[in-house]
């Protein structure tokens, strides 16, 4: 009895399951707030400029959602001539077949359906008879979108799926053909181009005032009478722009927990509303601004909630609504909206300014309309100390430290870029008459990475805030000598001859300085001379690490502890033991194994311990010959010791030159090698074994015919007929510094052969054209 029980429930369940699908069930449904560009003109007197929003409705499910009697004379002709023709009789279908569609609410994942194509929708029937009854409807407009069929879902259920997303329902339809699923995706896609764009009130109103601008009781007018431009506090139930239903641009940022670029629009909206309430704004701006940098295409639809919300508000005053004006400004540092948005928010400010001058919120105005004609689209989101800045429309202090303990504060904007701070510190410095060239860099005590010129500098300091928790390195923005074109005529009372000193004694601390050890010992007296004095006892004294290439100390500690122990004289090599002698294998293998084991990780911890004591030593050797030599200063001046310092660097024939590592290098004419430097110079490009002084070979700038990077990790110099490929890390350090020195030498060359940036990779010689050459510290154009 139990049994049957259960029967006759399934039974009944799959009963009421099919009765619902034939007859539809009620379903709470939006109202359709889009119209297509022919639909301008009304038919029930009602102007141009009044757009009637009607509320949501609840009605049947028979027609898709949509009571016939609500629909125009047209479309209800329309259905109801479709519904009584056969369907072997309409002249309009374009495609018809069986597919599995996607239901929800029973045990079975999918049913078979007669699916069929016209020119405005897509239907399904529950059988291909004629006069069988019309289940659903899908209406196709210019914002539908489709899906295609891919593997994964192939791999996952045995079929291949296309998706068809409209305003208010998706079909997730499957087929066990692919030919069959990409032959519906072609034709629903088809169908779906030839709509006219559809376009929301929203954007009519923004066309008449456009229209209208300067006939300001016509605009007026349009604002009376047409509440969705103005404030409101109920909430949003559609975008104010048209967006594709199930638009794909939200699945490229699916990780970061985005919906539909049409649900995030209306969640924008609430977030705007959480301004007036919220005790710390900072938050919520920097949301929205981090989802108008992911979704690009919302950052108009948050342009025009913004001036929506500033429209006629009823305290304007109040520091509640200021909180709009404050969205609105950080806005207009960060993003620019398209074309017609950017129109309809001047006619904005120019309004509100008109309205309310002297106000704060003329003020916010002024300072947006600046902003406007200074942004470019930002790479990162304002930082917290940025929005701060700007919510109170002030500038931003900038540390900017030089070679030595020196820095400089400066005062950015959101929109100040590199070059224009490289600019400002030469005339601090008195840097302007300088033949050299400078740079701001990323920098570290271990790494550090030039800035381009267009380099937005409030990018890069949030880029640092956010690096700092993460490793334990103190970040900062550093001004640099960045070309060096002619270190001789540099004067040694300058700073600029400073400069040099400081960095200079980088490369010889990096070990990017070949030089015997003497050389370098008496490098580091010198630098104990110039930064302290003369010794004395009571003098502080510096880590070896700091005047010494510890990768020197390093490596010749590990070469005298690998080397073998030298025999006494007389003595034979030990003989190792016989085969016959060794244990066999057994019982004991295991307890052999262990003991055998345990004495090798008791070796490798005694040779750690023998490694550190032996670095100790010889980096305690090393600073008593350096501080011996420093005695022997006594006397020398600090320009005196810098003078010398330079005297000694100056004996390598790459000294001014820039080291970059490659892993590999390879030429075309069969020559290969690893582990080298790439030396960039003011004259020439060449090549070093690391630690040694002289050439490998050399390259002038002369015999470069092109150069460019060919791949992800490759950078490629032909020169002659040969072509010398470099597998390095380095690509766009290199490649910034070729193109500023070959920068430089098209200034100097003037007319006749010059070098020309091609729009690719590559740069070669050849004669002066129209193409205007691209500034110092610029990148190509293409991504690297």
Not at 482 to 500: V, W
Not at 634 to 663: H, K, P
Request: charged share 20%; net charge negative; with cysteine.
């Amino acid at each position: 009895m139990p049994l049957q029980g259960f029967c006759w429930f399934l039974c009944c369940r799959q009963g009421f399951n099919l009765l619902g699908r034939d007859y539809g069930e009620k379903e709470e449904e939006e109202s359709f707030e889009l119209r297509n560009k022919d639909d301008l003109t009304s038919t029930n007197g009602r102007g141009p400029h009044d757009v009637i929003l009607a509320q949501p409705a609840r009605t049947s499910n028979g027609t898709n959602g949509h009571s016939v009697s609500e629909l125009p004379e047209e479309m209800k002709s329309l259905i109801i001539e479709k519904s009584k023709m056969g369907l072997d009789e309409d002249p309009e279908l374009l495609v018809k077949g069986w597919l599995f569609r996607e239901v929800h609410g029973g045990w079975i994942k999918q049913r078979r359906y007669w699916f069929v194509l016209s020119q405005d929708s897509l239907d399904y029937y529950s059988s291909a008879e004629r006069g069988a009854r019309r289940l659903g409807t899908l209406v196709l407009t210019n914002l539908c979108s489709v899906i295609w069929p891919d593997k994964k879902t192939y791999k996952e259920t045995g079929f291949w799926s296309i998706t068809v997303y409209g305003r208010k329902h998706c079909y997730r339809l499957y087929t066990k053909h692919f030919n069959e699923a990409v032959h519906w995706a072609c034709a629903v896609q088809k169908v779906i181009d030839t709509k006219a764009p559809v376009e929301t009130p929203t954007q009519l109103l923004i066309r008449d005032i456009e229209e209208n601008k300067f006939n300001p009781e016509v605009v007026e007018n349009i604002y009376q009478h047409n509440p969705i431009l103005k404030y409101t506090q109920s909430p949003l139930y559609a975008p104010l722009l048209p967006f594709s239903f199930g638009s794909l641009e939200h699945t490229y940022h699916s990780g970061k927990g985005y919906a539909s670029v049409r649900e995030e629009a209306v969640k924008l909206f609430n977030c705007l509303q959480q301004l007036e309430s919220a005790r710390e704004p900072v938050p919520i701006i920097q949301g929205v601004l981090q989802t108008c940098l992911d979704l690009r295409p919302l950052r108009d639809e948050v342009y025009c909630q913004l001036v929506k919300q500033t429209s006629g508000t009823p305290a304007p005053q109040t520091l509640a609504h200021l909180r709009y004006w404050q969205l609105l400004t950080c806005m207009s540092c960060t993003f620019l909206p398209g074309p017609a948005v950017l129109k309809y928010l001047r006619f904005h400010l120019k309004r509100i300014q008109s309205q309310s001058p002297e106000s704060e919120m003329d003020n916010y105005a002024s300072f947006i309309v600046e902003a406007l004609e200074k942004t470019r689209c930002r790479e990162r989101v304002p930082s917290w100390e940025e929005i701060q800045v700007l919510m109170g429309r002030q500038e931003m202090p900038c540390v900017v430290h030089y070679p030595g303990p020196g820095s400089c504060q400066l005062y950015i904007s959101s929109h100040t870029t590199a070059s224009e701070v490289v600019r400002r510190m030469q005339e601090k410095l008195g840097l302007q008459e300088s033949r050299n060239t400078f740079s701001l860099f990323e920098q570290t005590s271990l790494w550090e990475r030039p800035i381009a010129g267009s380099t937005i500098i409030a990018d890069i300091l949030t880029s640092l805030s956010a690096k700092e928790p993460e490793q334990e390195l103190q970040w900062k923005l550093c001004f640099k000598l960045y070309c060096l074109l002619d270190a001789d005529s540099i004067a040694e009372d300058s700073i600029e001859y400073f400069f040099l000193f400081e960095q200079c004694h980088e490369m010889v601390v990096r070990g990017q300085l070949p030089a015997c050890e003497e050389d370098l010992q008496a490098l580091a007296a010198l630098r104990l001379q110039s930064v302290i004095g003369n010794f004395s006892t009571l003098s502080p004294c510096p880590p070896l690490d700091e005047l010494f290439p510890g990768d020197m100390v390093e490596a010749r500690v590990i070469m005298s502890l690998t080397a073998p122990p030298a025999l006494p004289p007389g003595q034979p090599p030990a003989q190792g033991c016989p085969q016959s002698q060794r244990f066999p294998g057994g019982l004991l293998a295991g307890a052999l194994w262990s003991h055998t084991a345990t004495s090798a990780h008791k070796q490798r911890v005694e040779q750690d311990l023998r490694l550190r004591s032996r670095l100790k030593e010889e980096a305690a050797a090393i600073m008593s010959s350096v501080v011996e030599r420093w005695k022997g200063l006594a006397g020398y001046s600090r320009g005196d010791s810098m003078a010398a310092y330079l005297n000694i660097a100056r004996q390598w024939s790459g000294f001014g030159c820039t080291l970059y590592e490659v892993d590999f290098y390879i030429s075309s004419t069969g020559s290969f090698s690893q582990k080298l430097w790439l030396g960039v110079a003011a004259t020439s490009v060449s090549l070093y074994k690391q630690g040694e002084a002289e050439a490998l070979e050399s390259f002038p700038y002369g015999q470069i015919c092109s150069y460019g990077v060919s791949d992800s990790n490759t950078f490629k110099i032909t020169a002659g007929d040969r072509d010398l490929l470099f597998e390095t890390t380095k690509l766009t350090e290199i490649m910034q510094l070729m193109n500023a020195y070959f920068s430089v030498l098209r200034r100097r060359r003037g007319k006749g052969d010059d070098v020309g940036i091609t729009e690719g990779t590559e740069v070669g010689f050849r004669r002066l054209t129209a193409t205007p050459a691209p500034t110092l510290m610029e990148l190509p154009s293409h991504p690297v």
